[in-house]
């Protein structure tokens, strides 16, 4: 049984920075993709980044660009995003995802696995 646990979040000011983790376990992911995805109050689920495990690419939604990092420690089975010039908007529950191929999509329900979702908030 694959399991994801996110940690890190909470709350930051405008302009600051976090960053998430998200510790994986249950099985060897080295074939595998690693997303994030995040979901505001009465706002659909919104695509983050994502990454292989391999490191070789890294894919970023277009509100992060520039200020995400997506990165991986295979020795840790851990996914961290980097969030940095952080904004009100940001603000939404952050969730960890993984699907079972190494190809980077942005469709939430191509990920097989989600973890519980950690908050953050960015207050101005």
């Known amino acids: 049984q694959v399991q994801l646990v996110e940690s890190g979040g909470g709350l930051v000011q405008v302009g600051g920075s976090l960053r998430l983790s998200c510790a994986v376990s249950?099985?060897?992911?080295?074939?595998?993709?690693m997303a994030w995805f995040r979901q505001a109050p009465g706002k659909e689920r919104e695509f983050v980044a994502a990454v292989r495990w391999s490191g070789d690419s890294a894919r970023y939604g277009d509100s992060v660009k520039g200020r995400f990092t997506i990165s991986g420690d295979n020795a840790k089975n851990t996914v961290y995003p980097q969030m940095n010039s952080l904004k009100p908007e940001d603000t939404a529950v952050y969730y960890c995802?993984?699907?079972?191929?190494?190809?980077?999509?942005?469709?939430?329900?191509?990920?097989?696995?989600w973890g519980q979702g950690t908050q953050v908030t960015v207050s101005s």
């Open positions: 249950g099985r060897t992911f080295s074939s595998y993709a």
């Open positions: 995802a993984a699907r079972n191929s190494p190809v980077l999509v942005t469709a939430n329900w191509a990920y097989n696995y």
